[in-house]
Protein backbone atom coordinates (compact mmCIF):
# COMPACT_ATOMS: atom_id res chain seq x y z
CA UNK A 1 0.00 0.00 0.00
CA UNK A 2 1.59 3.39 -0.97
CA UNK A 3 0.59 6.68 -1.03
CA UNK A 4 -1.45 7.83 -3.69
CA UNK A 5 -0.52 11.67 -3.40
CA UNK A 6 0.60 13.35 -0.92
CA UNK A 7 0.70 17.24 -0.73
CA UNK A 8 1.31 20.26 1.74
CA UNK A 9 -2.23 22.10 2.75
CA UNK A 10 -0.09 25.25 1.45
CA UNK A 11 1.05 25.13 -2.15
CA UNK A 12 4.76 25.08 -1.24
CA UNK A 13 6.52 22.17 -3.00
CA UNK A 14 8.63 19.75 -1.31
CA UNK A 15 12.37 20.07 -1.31
CA UNK A 16 15.28 17.10 -1.37
CA UNK A 17 18.89 17.72 -1.00
CA UNK A 18 21.28 16.52 -3.84
CA UNK A 19 22.68 14.28 -1.38
CA UNK A 20 19.64 12.90 -0.12
CA UNK A 21 17.74 12.47 -3.81
CA UNK A 22 21.06 10.95 -5.16
CA UNK A 23 21.36 8.14 -2.17
CA UNK A 24 17.40 7.09 -2.51
CA UNK A 25 17.47 7.28 -6.36
CA UNK A 26 20.99 4.88 -5.94
CA UNK A 27 18.81 2.06 -3.97
CA UNK A 28 15.92 2.09 -6.69
CA UNK A 29 18.29 1.25 -9.52
CA UNK A 30 19.32 -1.58 -7.53
CA UNK A 31 15.71 -2.32 -6.64
CA UNK A 32 14.52 -3.12 -10.00
CA UNK A 33 10.39 -3.97 -8.72
CA UNK A 34 7.17 -2.64 -9.70
CA UNK A 35 7.55 -0.34 -6.45
CA UNK A 36 10.59 0.69 -7.40
CA UNK A 37 9.07 2.66 -10.16
CA UNK A 38 5.84 3.92 -8.76
CA UNK A 39 8.75 5.72 -6.37
CA UNK A 40 10.81 7.02 -8.67
CA UNK A 41 7.59 8.51 -10.43
CA UNK A 42 6.69 10.27 -6.73
CA UNK A 43 10.61 11.72 -6.35
CA UNK A 44 9.81 13.72 -9.27
CA UNK A 45 7.37 16.01 -6.45
CA UNK A 46 10.53 17.24 -4.87
CA UNK A 47 12.01 20.39 -6.00
CA UNK A 48 16.05 19.42 -6.31
CA UNK A 49 18.40 21.84 -4.22
CA UNK A 50 21.74 22.16 -3.19
CA UNK A 51 22.31 20.61 0.07
CA UNK A 52 23.28 24.09 1.68
CA UNK A 53 19.78 25.00 0.59
CA UNK A 54 18.18 22.82 2.66
CA UNK A 55 17.28 24.07 6.44
CA UNK A 56 17.80 21.96 9.93
CA UNK A 57 14.12 22.09 10.13
CA UNK A 58 13.56 20.45 6.83
CA UNK A 59 12.86 16.23 6.80
CA UNK A 60 14.80 14.55 5.13
CA UNK A 61 16.76 11.54 4.76
CA UNK A 62 17.95 10.77 8.60
CA UNK A 63 16.09 12.84 10.26
CA UNK A 64 14.30 12.28 13.64
CA UNK A 65 10.47 13.59 12.79
CA UNK A 66 7.86 14.14 15.53
CA UNK A 67 4.18 14.46 14.06
CA UNK A 68 0.95 14.86 15.16
CA UNK A 69 -0.96 11.93 13.80
CA UNK A 70 -4.61 12.67 13.06
CA UNK A 71 -5.84 8.96 12.96
CA UNK A 72 -3.93 7.50 16.09
CA UNK A 73 -5.14 10.82 17.70
CA UNK A 74 -0.93 10.88 19.49
CA UNK A 75 2.35 12.30 18.31
CA UNK A 76 4.75 9.64 17.40
CA UNK A 77 8.80 9.92 16.67
CA UNK A 78 10.43 8.38 13.87
CA UNK A 79 13.96 8.27 12.42
CA UNK A 80 13.54 8.01 8.24
CA UNK A 81 16.63 5.55 6.88
CA UNK A 82 17.50 4.20 3.93
CA UNK A 83 15.64 -0.06 3.95
CA UNK A 84 18.73 -1.64 4.95
CA UNK A 85 18.57 0.16 7.86
CA UNK A 86 15.02 0.24 9.15
CA UNK A 87 13.91 -0.94 12.38
CA UNK A 88 10.78 -1.11 13.37
CA UNK A 89 11.35 -1.40 17.16
CA UNK A 90 13.35 1.78 17.34
CA UNK A 91 10.91 3.57 15.00
CA UNK A 92 13.72 3.65 12.11
CA UNK A 93 11.11 4.16 9.03
CA UNK A 94 12.33 3.34 5.56
CA UNK A 95 12.21 6.37 3.38
CA UNK A 96 10.03 4.41 0.85
CA UNK A 97 7.47 4.22 3.41
CA UNK A 98 4.02 6.34 2.68
CA UNK A 99 4.63 8.17 5.83
CA UNK A 100 8.07 8.93 5.39
CA UNK A 101 7.37 9.82 1.35
CA UNK A 102 4.81 12.29 2.26
CA UNK A 103 6.57 13.87 5.30
CA UNK A 104 10.46 14.59 3.27
CA UNK A 105 11.04 18.20 2.08
CA UNK A 106 8.59 19.74 4.64
CA UNK A 107 9.49 21.56 7.43
CA UNK A 108 8.34 22.04 11.47
CA UNK A 109 4.68 23.09 11.81
CA UNK A 110 3.64 22.24 7.88
CA UNK A 111 0.87 19.70 7.63
CA UNK A 112 0.62 17.30 5.41
CA UNK A 113 -2.06 15.60 4.08
CA UNK A 114 -1.43 11.85 2.62
CA UNK A 115 -4.52 9.96 0.66
CA UNK A 116 -4.15 5.90 0.54
CA UNK A 117 -7.08 3.41 -0.03
CA UNK A 118 -9.52 4.32 1.82
CA UNK A 119 -8.06 6.63 4.33
CA UNK A 120 -7.07 10.25 4.61
CA UNK A 121 -4.64 11.00 7.20
CA UNK A 122 -3.48 14.60 8.19
CA UNK A 123 -0.12 14.86 9.79
CA UNK A 124 1.65 17.84 11.98
CA UNK A 125 5.04 18.00 12.02
CA UNK A 126 6.27 19.18 15.69
CA UNK A 127 9.69 18.71 15.51
CA UNK A 128 12.56 17.95 13.24
CA UNK A 129 16.12 16.73 14.14
CA UNK A 130 19.03 17.04 11.76
CA UNK A 131 22.54 15.72 12.69
Not at 37 to 44: A, D, I, P, Q, S
Request: zero cysteines; glycine letters at 2%.
Amino acid sequence: MFVKHALKTNTMEPIISENDFNAISKVLVEQKSKESNFLRGLLKKFKLVKEKDVSDKTVRLNSIVEIWHSLLKKIIKIRIVLPKKENIKQKYISVFSPISMALIGYKENDIVEVNMPGLKKHFKILKVTNN
